[in-house]
């Protein structure tokens, strides 16, 4: 069996993330939801002002899998988090650690950078993905929803801001 070997994504792997980011939507059963280019993926990843970071899995040289994660804050902390936005292992990678290896990743990564908590969210039918995530000791936040404002909704209330100063 091949070891999982990690690394920092570079520009050069911008179609593999997309690629991979298409097969997590695949499997979420949302395959006409991605808007993702390679060219918005280079500029918003690797562009001036990165939004988010990227660590590649790979298998025998081969791209297995990925994790992209970015910075939030916690008030109540006083820190910065460590939030994962999407984990995806390719179907023919899975039950080899290659999953495991990019949470402890990002685990120690977080606590490298002190981060007070690494959070994520999960679909609640993903039950394969639940299980994994309470296997790494994991707490769901019962309680909690996600919201979201997006398209013509997003546009209405920011065209209602007030003139900024600033």
């Not at 939801?33 to 970071?53: C, N, S, Y």
Request: glycine letters at 10%; charged letters at 20%.
């Amino acid at each position: 069996m091949n070891t999982v070997d990690l690394r920092a994504a570079t520009v050069a792997d911008v179609p593999l993330i997309l690629e991979l980011i298409r097969g997590l939507a695949e499997y979420e059963n949302e395959p006409d939801a991605v808007h993702a280019t390679e060219a918005l993926l280079a500029h918003q990843l690797f562009g001036d002002d990165p939004g988010a970071e990227v660590v590649i899995a790979e298998v025998g040289g081969t791209g297995a899998g990925f994790a992209l994660y970015f910075h939030t804050f916690s008030t109540w902390e006083g820190r910065r988090s460590l939030y994962l936005e999407d984990l995806f292992v390719k179907p023919e990678f899975r039950g080899r650690g290659v999953g495991r290896a990019l949470m402890a990743h990002l685990a120690a990564t977080a606590v490298r950078r002190g981060c007070a908590r690494f959070e994520w969210s999960v679909l609640d039918w993903n039950a394969p993905a639940i299980g994994f995530y309470r296997a790494l000791g994991a707490v769901g936040m019962d309680g909690w929803t996600v919201q979201r404002l997006d398209g013509a909704a997003l546009a209405t209330l920011a065209a209602s801001a007030p003139a900024s100063t600033g």
